[in-house]
């Protein structure tokens, strides 16, 4: 899932934690070089496009579960 995101404030804790000279694995998309990470995983980014749905989702679970026990 390509994510672009200008997350200064994430990037600056990356470089303030990587000074210059430091030896580190940059992961890289043999594809597309310019597509680059140091670190990868979920981001907050990511964390915060899930949760807002969680709760739309588990209303209407909610909806079709009291529909069906209304029936009886």
């Known amino acids: 899932m390509p994510e672009r995101t ?3 404030v994430d990037k600056a804790a ?3 934690r990587l000074p210059a000279g430091t030896k580190t694995v940059c992961f890289v998309n043999p594809d597309d070089p ?3 990470v140091i670190e ?3 981001t907050r980014e990511l964390l ?3 949760v807002i749905p969680l709760p ?3 209303l209407g ?3 079709l ?5 209304k029936r009886e």
């Open 6 to 8: 200008s997350g200064l």
């Open 14 to 16: 990356i470089v303030a």
């Open 34 to 36: 310019l597509d680059a």
């Open 40 to 42: 990868r995983g979920p």
């Open 48 to 50: 915060f496009g899930l």
């Open 56 to 58: 739309i989702t588990l």
């Open 61 to 63: 679970v909610y909806m």
């Open 65 to 69: 579960v009291w529909s069906f026990r």
